[in-house]
């Protein structure tokens, strides 16, 4: 309840301030304004940079197939755990 006759009264004195002093509050936005799309185009183009060359280096890595041998080996890994999966099955039977 507290926060929100707080953000009320803070509300209310901003509008008043506003409009009181409207002409120096338009000077002050006319000089922030600038600096504040200056500031936010650069940190736009450095993310976007940033992503371009996220996107060359993932260009540039060559998809890479998994080697025979480890293939094979898999596959003995699993024939393996078959025949162990069978032997347990017949040991409860």
């Known amino acids: ?3 929100l006759i707080g953000g ?12 009181i002093w ?7 936005l006319a ?5 504040m799309l200056l500031l936010g185009g650069g940190l736009a183009l450095y993310l976007g ?3 371009l060359k996220d996107t060359w280096k993932k260009d540039d890595k060559p998809a890479q197939a998994p080697a025979a041998d480890s293939v094979d080996k898999y ?3 699993i ?4 025949k162990e999966i069978e032997t347990l099955k017949s ?3």
């Open 8 to 19: 009320a009264v803070a509300a209310v004195l901003g509008l008043i301030g506003v409009s």
């Open 49 to 51: 940079f940033d992503e």
């Open 75 to 77: 596959k003995q890994e």
């Open 31 to 35: 000089g922030v304004l600038p600096i």
């Open 22 to 28: 409207f002409k120096e509050f338009l000077q002050i």
């Open 1 to 3: 309840m507290k926060t």
């Open 79 to 82: 024939d393996d755990l078959k």
């Open 91 to 93: 040991d409860k039977a």
